[in-house]
């Protein structure tokens, strides 16, 4: 379980941090519609701070096992 656990949470933040540098990729390329890309980044960004929140809680608390 805390191999799995592990293997959970550095998958979640690699997709995470894809998800995070598309977004900052289309807003520096000026795409056709802005508030598409500000409510992607703003979206992609309370994800990265709920997610690595809830991966560091799961490592610790496999890590206690």
Do not use: E, Y
Not at 31 to 44: R, Y
Request: positive net charge.
């Amino acid at each position: 379980m805390k191999a799995f656990a592990i293997v959970i949470a550095v998958v979640n933040f690699l997709l995470l941090f894809s998800v995070t540098t598309c977004a900052f990729w289309i807003r520096a390329q000026k795409a056709v519609d802005p508030s598409s890309v500000d409510f992607h980044m703003k979206l992609g960004l309370a994800t990265v701070i709920v997610s690595t929140v809830v991966t560091v809680l799961v490592i610790v608390l496999a890590a206690r096992r």
